[in-house]
């Protein structure tokens, strides 16, 4: 869909507190369709969903086949879609943008770690400056945080990475893995949407709640895609 990163935009824009655009993470094709058919207004691809569908260890599949993945994902819905591409693949950031039209993404997460380590981030924002340079406004991009991860978990350390991020030309930051509690820290010290994950237990958070303490947008990971395969285990269970 020709505008569908105008479309992407403006879910995050001027959202009220408790109206957090939610997310759902299709992991091939199928699932694609059955979310939006349910009426989500976007998608967002989870890298380990993605990774788990095709064969691959979390953070182990080639840059080709996620991007062949993200393809059919994309080919398969009506609403704009954002992919997870892990920390880039060590493409330069006009192959990476070239590569994510080419798929038919209008978004994607970036993250700010490599092989478990945190990268120097200013010197990620450079690469994420030249990634926005280069996607001249084609493709959504939100900064992932690694400091919860990664880190030392410090709400300091992450407010600092995501104004750097943002500054860089980022137009969301999604501190992955943040508590619960301090998201209404990271929400008073940073400028732009606020990305957070939510976690499908039955003691979690409700989407609704983590929007009321500062998330603009929810996404999962790859929890719907887990869910699925469990229940295919369960189902085949009950044939034997």
């Known amino acids: 869909m020709s505008d ?7 879910l995050h824009l001027r959202r009220p507190p408790g109206e957090p655009l939610i997310l759902p993470g299709p992991w091939d094709a199928a ?4 979310l939006a058919e349910a009426g989500f207004e976007a998608l967002a691809t989870p890298s380990a969903g993605v990774a788990a569908a095709l064969g691959h260890a979390d953070g182990e599949t080639p840059a080709d086949e996620m991007f062949a993945a993200v393809a059919r994902i994309t080919r398969a819905v009506d609403v704009p879609v ?3 591409i892990e920390d880039g693949y060590g493409l330069a950031p006009k192959e990476l943008v070239e590569r994510l039209l080419a ?16 990268k120097d ?25 690694d400091t919860f991860v990664h880190g030392d978990g410090d709400p300091g350390r992450a407010v600092e990475r995501a104004a750097l991020y943002l500054a860089a030309g980022a137009e969301c930051v999604y501190p992955i893995m943040a508590p619960v509690a301090v998201l209404p820290l990271l929400r008073s010290g940073i400028e732009g949407p606020l990305n957070a994950l939510a976690l499908l237990t039955p003691d ?3 989407p609704a709640a983590l929007g009321e303490l500062g998330a603009t947008r929810i996404t999962f ?20």
């Open 4 to 10: 569908g990163v105008a479309v992407l935009r403006a």
């Open 31 to 34: 699932s694609a369709r059955a």
């Open 82 to 84: 954002t992919a997870d």
């Open 103 to 118: 798929a038919g993404a209008v978004g994607c997460n970036i993250e700010d770690s490599t092989g478990g380590a945190l």
């Open 121 to 145: 981030p200013r010197e990620h924002a450079g690469y994420l400056a030249e990634f926005c340079a280069a996607a001249a406004g084609r493709i959504f991009l939100n900064a992932r945080v």
């Open 204 to 206: 979690g958070p409700s």
């Open 221 to 240: 990971g790859p929890q719907l895609q887990r869910r699925a395969t469990a229940a295919a285990a369960e189902l085949a269970a009950g044939l034997r």
